[in-house]
């Protein structure tokens, strides 16, 4: 697959557990990241984990994501810096709870997060890569969608707004030569496990669903994304790719 090199591309929750190694490779790659993310101490570890000569490449910015103001003041100030070429919409808070314990504020976060800032951050790039003519737009959803998770309300919910968004913009923008894919991530040994009372059981249960008899790590995640950027998925849009090692199939 050709080089990212000079590939502006918008990462939010890029600090994070997927986030951190991809955005390693994708600067390997060439890329330049904006990377989001509210999380300090997660926004200062990339930063000392990334090489010396790639550092260059990474623009940190440390935002809450709800804060729409916030956000949107964050997006305008990166977009009059140079236009996007690429965004990875990809942080999400994932509390548990049986449903009727959900109040409506807690929905509304997980909205504001999972849902609300992805339609900002590509609202923010739309007229760059319009300008263009060449566009990714990458949406991380989960394999909670199709596998019927308890407890997980307001996140499955959302992960379902992020899907039927790839296939509205798919359609809407691959006549600016955009494409828009979902990236559907199975069991991850990353924070988002740590819910999981049971760390030793969750695992062998893991490892029994998948077909594949490892746990997946970030670099499957990151090769599908840089997949998902490449020149060479250009005529692929509308689709999602379940990166599960064989759980759910579809
Ligand atoms: N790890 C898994 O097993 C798994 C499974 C299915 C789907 N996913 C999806 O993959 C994506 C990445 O998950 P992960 O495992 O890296 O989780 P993670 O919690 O490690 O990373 C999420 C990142 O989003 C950031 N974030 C959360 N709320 C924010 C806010 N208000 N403002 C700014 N940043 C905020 C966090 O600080 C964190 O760095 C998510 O969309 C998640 O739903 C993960």
Redesign the pocket.
Same mark, same amino acid.
């Given at each position: 697959m050709g080089s990212l090199t000079g590939r502006r591309i918008l990462y939010?929750?890029?600090?994070?557990?997927?986030?951190?190694q991809t955005t390693l490779e994708l600067l390997e790659a060439g890329a330049e990241i904006c990377a989001?993310?509210?999380?300090l101490h997660?926004i200062e570890q990339l930063l000392a984990d990334t090489p010396a000569d790639r550092r260059s490449q990474l623009h940190l910015v440390e935002?809450?994501?709800?804060?729409r103001l916030a956000l949107e003041t964050t997006l305008a100030k990166l977009v009059a810096d140079a236009p996007l070429d690429a965004v990875i919409?990809?942080?999400?808070?994932?509390p548990a709870r049986p449903f009727e314990e959900f109040s409506n504020a807690d929905h509304d976060?997980v909205h /504001?997060?999972?849902v609300a !800032?992805a339609l900002a951050c590509t609202k923010a790039a739309l007229p760059g890569m319009r300008a263009q003519g060449w566009g990714r737009i990458i949406n991380?959803?989960?394999?909670?969608l199709t596998g019927g998770w308890e407890n997980l309300a307001p996140?499955v919910q959302s992960?379902g707004a992020l899907l039927g968004l790839t296939r509205a913009w798919a359609r809407e923008f691959g006549k600016w030569g955009i494409t828009v894919n979902a990236?559907?991530?199975? /069991?991850?040994?990353?924070? !988002?496990?740590k819910i999981h009372p049971d760390p030793e059981g969750y695992n062998a249960m893991v490892l029994d669903r998948q077909s594949i008899k490892r746990r997946?790590h970030?670099g499957d995640?990151a090769a599908s994304i840089k997949f998902f950027l490449s020149d060479e998925a250009g005529f692929i849009t509308g689709h999602s790719l379940a990166v599960n090692g064989g759980w759910t199939m579809h």
């Amino acid at each position: 697959m050709g080089s990212l090199t000079g590939r502006r591309i918008l990462y939010t929750g890029a600090a994070g557990g997927l986030g951190h190694q991809t955005t390693l490779e994708l600067l390997e790659a060439g890329a330049e990241i904006c990377a989001l993310d509210h999380d300090l101490h997660k926004i200062e570890q990339l930063l000392a984990d990334t090489p010396a000569d790639r550092r260059s490449q990474l623009h940190l910015v440390e935002v809450d994501l709800a804060d729409r103001l916030a956000l949107e003041t964050t997006l305008a100030k990166l977009v009059a810096d140079a236009p996007l070429d690429a965004v990875i919409n990809n942080a999400a808070v994932y509390p548990a709870r049986p449903f009727e314990e959900f109040s409506n504020a807690d929905h509304d976060h997980v909205h /504001a997060v999972n849902v609300a !800032a992805a339609l900002a951050c590509t609202k923010a790039a739309l007229p760059g890569m319009r300008a263009q003519g060449w566009g990714r737009i990458i949406n991380i959803t989960s394999i909670t969608l199709t596998g019927g998770w308890e407890n997980l309300a307001p996140y499955v919910q959302s992960k379902g707004a992020l899907l039927g968004l790839t296939r509205a913009w798919a359609r809407e923008f691959g006549k600016w030569g955009i494409t828009v894919n979902a990236i559907a991530p199975g /069991a991850f040994p990353t924070d !988002a496990e740590k819910i999981h009372p049971d760390p030793e059981g969750y695992n062998a249960m893991v490892l029994d669903r998948q077909s594949i008899k490892r746990r997946g790590h970030a670099g499957d995640i990151a090769a599908s994304i840089k997949f998902f950027l490449s020149d060479e998925a250009g005529f692929i849009t509308g689709h999602s790719l379940a990166v599960n090692g064989g759980w759910t199939m579809h």
